[in-house]
């Protein structure tokens, strides 16, 4: 089956400009996760979709950062403003629901954003 | 508040030394424990889980609720298990959270 595809695989971009992520998770996954990968650091979860309403989104910078899943299915991530912090693999993920018993999280290959 | 600890940023082992990666997790419920691995290059993909009782590649780890930990081991290192390795927990509402990984390097 296909896998969980990202766009751009890399992006870099001055301070204050603004930048967008895409994910196509896998067919037929209800859940959608967008994590922040900074190096040397474990994913940080940014938020959770379930179908197309955010499940939790407690961790996301939301004066800056944004995200939709219109239809749920595909995924875009925003960040307007960036800051130099914000340099770092933004990870999307996928997993089947409803049980938990089957949950595997399906990565995609990030998209590594440079903020100079 | 949840959270997935593992202490060792880097683990150092010679080929066909015994491997034991840690990781502690605080969280008040049953929770769902997962170990996911990064090869060089490659996605981060499920390695396994606590709730399958499996042993994958020689990998296992059992969920010890007692002390809350899920330590992944295994007896006998391979230079291909060198990767990234991370602990991860699922909330009751699908929130997946991960350690802050863990290296482990295997010479040979």
């Known amino acids: 089956e296909a896998g969980v595809a990202q766009s751009p695989r890399y992006k870099i971009i001055e301070k204050r400009q603004s930048v967008a992520f895409w994910c196509n998770p896998i067919s037929g996954h209800a859940t959608l996760y967008w994590y922040q990968q900074i190096l040397g650091q474990g994913p940080k979860l940014l938020i959770q979709?379930?179908?197309?309403?955010?499940?939790?989104d407690s961790q996301l910078p939301k004066d800056r950062f944004s995200a939709e899943r219109l239809k749920g299915v595909d995924s875009t991530l925003k960040i307007q403003p960036a800051k130099l912090e914000d340099s770092a693999v933004y990870l999307c993920a996928s997993s089947l629901t409803p049980g938990r018993s089957n949950t595997e999280a399906f990565f995609g290959q990030g998209t590594r954003l440079t903020v100079v | 508040a949840q959270r997935v600890t593992q202490p060792e940023k880097l683990l150092s082992v010679f080929k066909g030394a015994p491997v034991e990666l840690k990781c502690n997790y605080s969280y008040s419920g049953s929770p769902e424990l997962f170990w996911y691995v990064q090869y060089s290059r490659q996605r981060l993909q499920l390695l396994l889980r606590?709730?399958s009782r499996e042993s994958i590649k020689g990998f296992t780890a059992d969920l010890n609720k007692g002390e809350t930990s899920f330590h992944l081991k295994k007896p006998f290192a391979q230079e291909e298990d060198s990767a990234m390795y991370y602990c991860a927990l699922l909330s009751n509402t699908g929130k997946l959270i991960f350690g802050q990984g863990t290296t482990l390097q295997v010479k040979p």
């Open positions: 606590h709730i």
């Open positions: 979709f379930q179908n197309n309403g955010v499940v939790d």
